[in-house]
């Protein structure tokens, strides 16, 4: 069965200093990949998905992910953050044709000043 | 303002009194879906609807009901609420269906307490 791994519960880092998510998923066939993130008290939404293509994928607010087929994994990467990407990360798949989008558990984004 | 709208936003009720959560979308959108949030397990679906009059189950549908007579309507029943349904809700559309890689839109939640 697909199924969507997230390998930090939660990340804490100072502001301006790189972050990375993890991501890895599980599917022998192709699939379609998703990060969403959650602000306090707010709906998810999409900050970028990776269809096809280049497997660098450039989102909003300054993240970007990186396709890896043989690793099986959408790490979700950002520069330099600032205090408002304080927010739950989910990644997500879906096998390409398939309805059941997966989830992964959510990583908990702290920036500390 | 294209949005998904639930409600209510929060809602406390007993075991066994059935309630229902609205969903509605203004953008014309095919797909919809119901998920579950707690913590630890990421969101888990309950239902979706592909178009009007079809619907089908997600991982978790026990205890939940759900109807689409609209396009843009997409309501969440609990026809008899239990403990264990204590949780984070939400819904969210689709202008296509989620096997062709389209965006979720998703409402602002609704947190259920069942006592």
């Known amino acids: 069965a697909q199924s969507v791994t997230q390998l930090d519960s939660q990340v804490p880092v100072f502001e301006e200093a790189p972050v990375e998510l993890r991501c890895n998923y599980s599917?022998?066939?192709?699939?379609?990949l998703f990060w969403y993130v959650q602000y306090p008290n707010q709906g998810l939404q999409l900050l970028l998905k990776?269809?096809?293509?280049?497997?660098l994928v450039k989102g909003i607010n300054g993240f970007e992910a990186e396709f890896n087929k043989s690793q099986t994994s959408f790490h979700l990467r950002k520069p330099s953050v600032h205090i408002s990407d304080t927010a739950e990360y989910f990644c997500?798949?879906?096998?390409?044709?398939?309805?059941?989008?997966?989830f992964g558990q959510g990583t908990r984004l702290t920036i500390n000043p | 303002e294209a949005q998904v709208t639930q409600n209510p936003r929060y809602l406390i009720t007993v075991t066994g009194k059935k309630l229902t959560v609205t969903c509605s979308q203004n953008?014309?959108?095919?797909?919809m879906s119901w998920y579950r949030q707690d913590p630890g397990l990421g969101l888990r679906q309950i239902y979706y609807?592909?178009?009007?009059?079809?619907?089908d189950k997600g991982d978790v549908p026990e205890g939940y009901k759900v109807s689409r007579k609209e396009k843009r309507n997409f309501p969440l029943i609990l026809e008899s609420p239990s403990p264990n349904q204590t949780s984070l809700y939400f819904c969210?559309?689709?202008?296509?269906?989620?096997?062709?890689?389209?965006?979720?839109?998703f409402g602002e939640g609704s947190r259920l307490t069942v006592l």
């Open positions: 969210a559309s689709s202008f296509r269906g989620q096997g062709a890689g389209g965006e979720l839109f």
């Open positions: 599917s022998s066939v192709s699939v379609y």
């Open positions: 990776y269809l096809s293509g280049s497997t």
């Open positions: 997500a798949a879906i096998i390409q044709g398939a309805q059941k989008l997966v």
């Open positions: 953008m014309n959108h095919e797909y």
């Open positions: 609807s592909m178009n009007v009059e079809v619907t």
